[in-house]
Structure formats: C-alpha cells, structure tokens
C-alpha cells in the first residue's frame, strides 16, 4: 500500500498544476457572464416595420422578431424583388440568414 501511496503522491505532483487550471477553467465558465438573452424591444421591431413599410414595393408592414428568427408580414409580399429586398435587409439588420426570415403576405 505504501508503494500505491507513493505512485498516487507523484502522480498528483506531476499533474498539479494541469488540474488546478483546469479547475478553475471549469469554474469559470460556471460563472454568468451576462443577463440571459431578452426578447427584443418593442422598439426595434417597429423601427425595423417603419424601414420596411418606406421601401418600395412594399406596403403596409408589421415585424415579430425572435431569438430564433425574424416574421415579417406586409403587402407587397407577393412580389418577389420585394421579398429579396425584405430578406436583404431584415438579414443587414438582424445577422439572421435567409433561412431564419419568413415573409407572409398580410391582409389588406
């Protein structure tokens, strides 16, 4: 047993330093470093409706901004240059791609 003893005292020593920084390593990330994600303001989603309702083409707009993606219902959504214009710029704005912007043409 002594043997076992001292072979597990020299492990320790040797490996001392790699596991106290990978201790702290993992308190660390234990550690928040912010408030959890919020939903969008109310304001950005109408700045972003007032842009999209000014652009050409495309009518009366309303915007539903999530963590997940971005909803956009206005009028001219059956045009598709619109709707390119509409992804285009809802994506410049958010930083969601293409696949997380949906387009709904809104009832008149």
Request: with cysteine.
């Amino acid at each position: 047993m002594n043997k076992e003893t001292n072979a597990l005292g020299a492990a320790i020593e040797k490996w001392k330093y790699p596991l106290l920084i990978l201790l702290i390593g993992l308190l660390l990330m234990l550690i928040p470093t912010s408030k959890e994600r919020e939903e969008p303001a109310a304001d950005a989603q109408e700045a972003l409706a007032a842009v999209l309702a000014s652009t050409q083409g495309v009518g009366e707009a309303q915007v539903l901004i999530s963590d997940h993606g971005v909803v956009v219902a206005c009028t001219g959504a059956s045009n598709a240059s619109v709707r390119l214009d509409i992804i285009r710029a809802v994506g410049s704005y958010t930083g969601f791609g293409s696949d997380k912007i949906t387009i709904l043409k809104l009832k008149k």
